[in-house]
């Protein structure tokens, strides 16, 4: 595993050991970061089911602003933490240790607001329900974008008040591309 592109282009990844995390494929990652294109640059970003840390040191090699990891796994946490070290990213990218909700709440009371919020739950896990977290809490910019990661045979349910905008199918995995439907959700912040 390695960043693809940007600033750190070919810096090598760690990932953590077992079965618990499974890091999203290097095409699969090509793909995404292509169809975003130059959203990447100056986003705030969130991976709230972080793994290594992936997809926000991606984006941080692309010209993110800063990034914020989130997951609940104590071996995932030390891997993303290493990662970060590694590429000498801490001044840019955050790592929270806690559950999604937690993280949730945690980021509202801070008034933080993102531009991208990449979400790679366990596939078979319902994403309505932080989705809508997401949005009740203001998390998401009205003009933001989540990316949801799921298997090829258990897309996202409709995700109201996000409308998805586009989807890929990579092998087993997929993309979901979801914003807020015109005049719903979010904060202006």
């Not at 933080?112 to 932080?130: E, H, K, N, Q």
């Not at 905008?165 to 719903?184: N, S």
């Amino acid at each position: 595993m390695r960043i693809i592109a940007g600033e750190m282009r070919s810096r090598k990844l760690k990932a953590p050991e077992g079965m618990d995390t499974r890091p999203t494929a290097d095409r699969v990652k090509e793909a995404l970061f292509s169809i975003l294109g130059s959203r990447v640059y100056g986003a705030r970003v969130l991976d709230l089911y972080g793994g290594s840390g992936a997809l926000a040191l991606e984006a941080i090699s692309r010209g993110a602003e800063s990034a914020v990891v989130c997951d609940l796994s104590a071996k995932a946490c030390a891997v993303i933490q290493e990662n970060i070290d590694t590429l000498n990213c801490g001044e840019s990218v955050k790592l929270l240790r806690m559950k999604d909700t937690a993280a949730i709440s945690a980021l509202q009371k801070k008034r933080d607001a993102f531009d991208l919020i990449f979400l790679d739950p366990p596939y078979r896990m319902s994403t309505v329900p932080i989705c809508q977290a997401l949005v009740d809490n203001g998390l998401l910019k009205p003009d933001g974008m989540i990316i949801i990661e799921h298997g090829r045979e258990t897309p996202p349910d409709i995700l109201p008040p996000l409308t998805r905008t586009d989807h890929r199918e990579y092998g087993a995995a997929g993309l979901g591309f979801y914003q807020l439907t015109h005049g719903e959700g979010g904060d202006e912040r």
